[in-house]
């Protein structure tokens, strides 16, 4: 086995453990939403919130230094693929930064202040919201990683701005609800 190999097995397994144990978080508040769950969906947000700091971001930043490794030893910087991956990443660590760690600890002083409120659940669904855009993003990074486009993978990249933009859709554009017809 050389060094490469190992490198890049680190790289995979914190990459696996950052997006695969969000990715199970996000999706208990998800589904606790669905079903009405209010206090699972808050149960998984604190989740999120107390991970965060603790295991989401050191294997974010495990994944980025492996990656980084691997650029610099061996596979070089200047490949349309690794610049997608590293620009997918400082998206997707801007929103936990700037989104996820500050609205994680503004809800967590609310509920300690005022108990769950209407507010709380409304910071709670644009955190949820975020989300979705993070994983659209984090998408595309393992597709990225995998398939290595070049700048003539016309259809590869068409589909992974197709993959953002309906993650920036189910974010940004709006969270309305298909309410029943009143028939």
Known sequence: MDWYSIVKFLHIVSASLWVGGGFVLFLL???AERAGNIEEKLQAMRASGQLGGLF???????????????????????DLWIIIGLIGYATTFSIGMFIFKPTGERMGAMIAREGVTPAVLAIGQRMMSAARFDYAVMLVIIADMVLKPTAHDIGILAGMALVVAAGAALAFGGNRRLAPSAA
């Open 29 to 31: 508040g998800v589904l």
């Open 56 to 78: 989401f971001a050191p294997m974010s930043m495990l994944t980025l230094i492996f990656g980084l490794i691997m650029c610099s030893f061996w596979v070089g910087f200047s």
